[in-house]
């Protein structure tokens, strides 16, 4: 290491933080653990502390406090939405050998259309919610729609760690055409432009142009890469491969930013739209045979022109937890919009911070009054779902396109006749709200171990790429395992094959020692995970996952430690 790298490492934390406050402005450099909660807290899971939360509002200030930051020996956590599960973008303890340094995006939105909206460049800040509005004026939409753990989330976040989405034909979110910076071999960050459009200037010039839109249609070359995973609908027609069809640790969607998970401060990405759907049909289908709605994905896969546009695969326990437990956030989005949701949770959080300082109020206080509240709320779900709910264990929403709708209707009419399924065409207010309920099973799990603290030890949240040949696809567990859990949450999207799983964990089990005891018999399914989220700080990456971390980030100065990797500075072994 040279002497002038050393040196920065000695700069002190109170002239750190009068730099980032002539960088960002007083107001937005956070150091309280109060005003820090929020981002230091993970989702789901993840905590630990900070030096300071930065909250840039343009893109030429998040290179100035990241390149100070990095530069003077701080470890950097770039943050979106903080809606990820497992504490992929939150410090993991305080172990760490430098002090940790949050750089929050959600100032940063931003959204160009260019090429008349057929790609589009995001900025870190960008949400999924903002890109779907402003694409849906034009008639077309991205890569992926909001999905189970995305509400709020970010495009970027999504790139970043390859996320999968619900979406049958547009796979994992990828591109090879972005706008990052990485720390070199000097110590220094450098400004890569591999967005394929032709920038002039300094680093700060070229940022200061992608901010405000300046992307003249000369500069853009139309072949400078992919901006989605063309050959994702071929490659899950594919129903008799052994292997899953997407995973978080496949190495054919690593490039640069995309999988990069934290290792680079991404300043935008360039992706493909897609022309959107008119009068797309929902049908909702229940079934009590595993074996059936097997045989349903794999005719609807293999048996017509156009793949459907998604599968959404929901469990009738969490059915049931989702519509006790999700009622209040399923509310939320069906009267006021997934926009007002990062709102919604940000008041939470800092409504947890002050009860924490009330010795007489729970820590969970929040959720309990959420919960509570949420009786008063009329009944949000169709009559039909609910009866359905009855009658089957397995239910699926199919949403097909307009042409599919007739071939469709007439395979399931088929398909129910010879089984003992069956299956109802959703008005367009039905289909809404089916998939919205899916969606909340994500949280339901959450707020069901923080109301039920006496006899919940804690959650296990597994998300499950399963082999596209696999028959057996529903989880059974030993008996040993299966009497630590007070219940189970099953849902996923079934036509990729991807399960995510959520178990409450019954109290005085440890549920770390639980779940790795499960993840033996995955192995020996042949299922990768997790599917569609970061290791974050929950699994351990395989060596060629560390590597490809090692190569982006060679100081190991950014979100060190994920995958179970070493936290230290140059990825010096950590002692044991």
């Keep these: 290491m040279s002497a002038s790298l050393q040196d920065s490492f000695e700069v002190s934390n109170d002239s750190l933080l009068h730099s980032f406050r002539s960088i960002v402005g007083s107001r937005h450099v956070l150091t309280s653990p109060e005003a820090t909660y929020r981002f230091r807290k993970g989702f789901r899971f993840g905590m630990g502390d900070v030096v300071a939360v930065l909250q840039p509002g343009s893109l ?44 929050s995006t959600n100032r940063l939105d931003g959204i160009h259309l260019i090429g008349e909206g057929r790609q589009v460049v995001c900025l870190p800040g960008s949400t999924l919610h903002d890109l779907e509005d402003r ?19 970010s495009v970027l976040g999504g790139v970043s760690n390859n996320s999968g989405g619900a979406l049958i034909q547009r796979g994992p979110a990828f591109t090879e055409m972005a706008l990052f910076g990485q720390m070199g071999a000097d110590g220094k960050l450098h400004l890569v432009n591999h967005l394929g459009i032709r920038l002039d200037g300094n680093p700060e010039q070229i940022l200061a142009a992608v ?56 300043f935008a990405v360039r992706l493909d739209t897609f022309e959107a759907d008119k009068n797309p049909a929902v049908f909702y289908i229940g079934t009590n045979s595993t074996s059936d709605l097997e045989d349903l994905r794999r005719h609807a896969l293999t048996h017509f022109d156009e793949l459907p546009i998604a599968g959404e695969y929901l469990h009738r326990d969490a059915f049931d937890i989702a519509e006790k437990y999700g009622k209040d956030t399923f509310a939320v989005i ?16 800092r409504f947890d911070v002050f009860a924490q300082k009330l010795p007489f109020l729970s820590d969970h206080f929040s959720d309990l009054a959420m919960q509570f509240l949420s009786r008063f709320l009329p009944k949000q779900l169709p009559k039909r779902m609910c009866e359905y709910r009855d009658r089957f264990e397995h239910h699926l929403m199919l949403k097909v396109s307009a042409s599919m709708t007739g071939p469709v209707r007439t395979y399931l009419e088929q398909w129910a006749s010879g089984t003992g399924g069956a299956f109802f065409e959703c008005t367009p207010e039905e289909g809404k709200l089916a998939f919205l309920h899916r969606f909340a099973a994500a949280g339901a799990a959450v707020r069901y171990r923080a109301i039920h603290t006496k006899t919940a030890e804690d959650i296990v949240a597994l998300d499950v790429a399963l082999r596209r040949n696999d028959r057996e696809w529903f989880e059974v567990l030993p008996k040993e395992i299966e009497d630590k859990i007070i219940v189970k949450l099953y849902y996923g999207h079934f036509f990729c094959h991807v399960m995510h799983q959520d178990y409450v964990i019954k109290k005085g089990y440890n ?29 351990k990456a395989p060596d060629e996952m560390v590597a490809h971390y090692r190569s982006l980030d060679p100081c190991n100065c950014f979100n060190p430690g994920i995958g179970l990797a070493p936290k230290t500075r140059n990825w010096v072994a950590e002692s044991v």
């Excluded at 609908?233 to 997407?246: E, G, L, Q």
């Excluded at 069906?334 to 959080?349: A, I, V």
Aim: charged share 20%; net charge negative.
């Design 511 to 539: 549920a770390m020692q639980v779940e790795h005891d499960m993840l033996p018999g995955l192995d020996a399914r042949g299922a990768r995970y997790p599917a569609e989220h970061n290791v974050g700080h929950l699994y």
């Design 334 to 349: 069906r009267y006021f919009g997934t926009k007002y949701l990062p709102k919604f949770f940000s008041m939470k959080s």
């Design 135 to 153: 694409l849906a004026a034009i008639g077309r939409e991205p890569h992926s729609v909001i999905g189970s753990s995305c509400i709020g989330a």
């Design 211 to 266: 901010q405000t839109g300046q992307l003249p249609e000369p500069a853009i070359d139309w072949n400078a890469g992919r901006g989605h995973d063309e050959n994702y609908a071929t490659h899950i027609r594919d129903v008799d491969a052994d292997t899953p069809a997407r995973f978080n640790a496949d190495p054919s969607r690593w490039y640069e930013a995309a999988g990069c998970a934290g290792k680079l401060v991404v």
């Design 60 to 103: 030429v200030e998040l290179w100035r406090a990241a390149k100070l930051c990095a530069e003077s020996g701080r470890i950097i956590i770039m943050q979106a939405a903080n809606t990820g599960l497992t504490g992929g973008s939150t410090p993991d303890g305080n172990d760490y050998d430098r002090g940790v340094v949050i750089i």
